[in-house]
């Protein structure tokens, strides 16, 4: 079995490809936006070292 006999159905494979265009900016951009929001909301002392 070669790894194209094993992939999904290329329309399956599009629909993946376009979620995770779609996708991959919103969770960076969630990401950011949570990580300015809490950037100084916590002491060096509080942290857990």
Known sequence: MTPADAA???NALELMLWGALI??????A?????????RAK???????H
Do not use: G, K
Request: no cysteine; net charge negative; aromatic share 24%.
């Open 23 to 28: 996708m991959l900016p919103v969770v960076l």
């Open 42 to 48: 916590v002491s060096d002392e509080a942290a857990y």
């Open 8 to 10: 999904a159905a290329d």
């Open 30 to 38: 969630y990401t950011a936006y949570v990580y300015w929001i809490f």
